[in-house]
């Protein structure tokens, strides 16, 4: 299979619109990618020709949108290569999948209990954990990051210790782009008998994620960056851990039996899916999914690597402009910084090309600070984008950068 980037485009029918009198230039996919029109079509065949509520119903439309949401979960399970269905949660992103995890797991920790995080969290990856620390006196340890981006393991390893009782780390950075060596990071939290949680909101995007060859305990993710719809994600975690941890949200679904003094659960995944879920959303997850298995994702990264690297070598070692992470191999999310200029002024001035980028903490205000940042610009490149749209970037940085000298 080839890469086929003008066929992908033609599946996105947002691409086709202005902004501003020129054509829409979309560099913000990593805060939320646009949708490919066979998550749009499966969403509203849903919505008009198979609807109802799931697990509840004995009637044909119950029956067919159960069927259609834990195909769904069966589409997750082979993204992420999980060994059953069973060891997946839907929720609705990243950001509850990490807060379940903190909420229930954090319920067998004690004060003095030590976490892992790492300086390059995105808040979704920090602020859970500090409720912990707030209510419960857990100690939070940071892994450092190095100038160019990586993670620094030696440091990581001295972190770790008899009181360490998860590590929760990114798999890739959604500012850095720094891809971390996940595999390495599990193995050393659980050579300490940590537990290990991985922020896979970047990472599924461009990379294939295999839990299984990862080994680690609990995975999220969220698919409106996946060319899903929002409101939905799913947590991956083994079953034994699955099995071992308490509810997290109470209500219909995720229960056994409930008396008026006792209750029983649910076995997971639904005992995590308390009320009725995000159903269409989880449908149009599962479209997303198929598509890109209609795609070689080796080619789309190996594109969306070549557009990162036409936009540096078009900026060819410009001065002017101060890119945040050069991690080796790492992801195609070029953050930058341009003299003379706040990002939020960069990206009003990029806007009036067409072009979209994000400016600001990117939910990552520790990392920030780390860079001596309080904002910074960021572009993120996704299966969608061409050539001609990184050379115009480029363009514009430039026009942009005229303006503010
Ligand atoms: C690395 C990372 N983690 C977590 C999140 C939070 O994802 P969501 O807002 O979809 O829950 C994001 C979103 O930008 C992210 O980039």
């Known amino acids: 299979m080839t890469f086929d980037v003008a066929k992908v485009r033609a599946e996105f029918p947002i691409l086709a619109r202005q902004v501003n009198g020129k054509p829409l230039i979309y560099l913000d996919s990593a805060a939320s990618a646009q949708k490919p029109r066979a998550v749009i079509e499966a969403m509203g065949e849903a919505m008009g020709g198979s609807y109802a509520n799931v697990h509840r119903g004995i009637h044909t439309l119950a029956n067919e949108t159960t069927e259609a949401y834990e195909k769904a979960r069966e589409s997750v399970r082979r993204l992420l290569n999980a060994k059953s269905a069973g060891e997946i949660v839907f929720t609705k992103g990243t950001t509850e999948a990490i807060n379940l995890v903190a909420a229930s797991f954090g319920r067998s920790l004690q004060a003095g209990d030590e976490i892992v995080l790492s300086v390059m969290e995105h808040h979704a990856n920090i602020v859970p954990w500090h409720f912990l620390r707030e209510r419960h006196g857990i100690v939070l340890k940071f892994i450092p990051v190095a100038d160019d981006g990586r993670l620094d393991l030696e440091a990581y390893r001295a972190l770790l210790g008899p009181k360490t009782r998860m590590v929760a780390v990114s798999h890739m950075s959604n500012v850095l782009g720094t891809i971390n060596p996940v595999a390495e990071i599990v193995e050393g939290a659980h050579a300490a008998g940590a537990l290990t949680l991985i922020d896979g909101a970047q990472a599924v995007v461009h990379t294939k994620v295999d839990v299984q060859a990862l080994d680690a305990d609990f995975y999220a993710f969220s698919g409106h960056k996946l060319y899903g719809p929002t409101g939905i994600g799913a947590l991956y975690a083994t079953a034994d851990r699955l099995a071992a941890l308490p509810p997290y949200q109470g209500g219909g679904e995720m229960i056994g039996t409930v008396t008026l003094d006792s209750i029983t659960y649910a076995d997971p995944p639904h005992r995590f899916e308390a009320g009725t879920p995000p159903i269409l959303e989880a449908i149009g997850l599962g479209?997303?999914?198929?598509?890109?298995?209609?795609?070689?994702?080796?080619?789309?990264?190996?594109?969306?690597?070549?557009?990162?690297?036409?936009?540096k070598s078009g900026l060819n070692g410009a001065n002017w402009i101060s890119e945040i992470g050069r991690a080796p191999g790492k992801g195609a999310i070029f953050a930058f910084t341009l003299e003379g200029a706040h990002a939020h002024d960069v990206a009003q001035i990029l806007d009036r090309y067409g072009i979209a980028v994000r400016a600001g903490t990117h939910c990552a205000e520790p990392l920030m600070r780390r860079f001596g940042l309080t904002a910074s610009a960021r572009a993120s490149f996704a299966l969608y984008n061409t050539l001609q749209e990184a050379d115009s970037f480029v363009e514009a940085l430039h026009k942009t950068r005229t303006f503010f000298s």
């Open 287 to 311: 479209a997303a999914i198929a598509w890109l298995e209609t795609l070689d994702r080796d080619a789309v990264a190996a594109h969306e690597h070549a557009l990162y690297e036409r936009v």
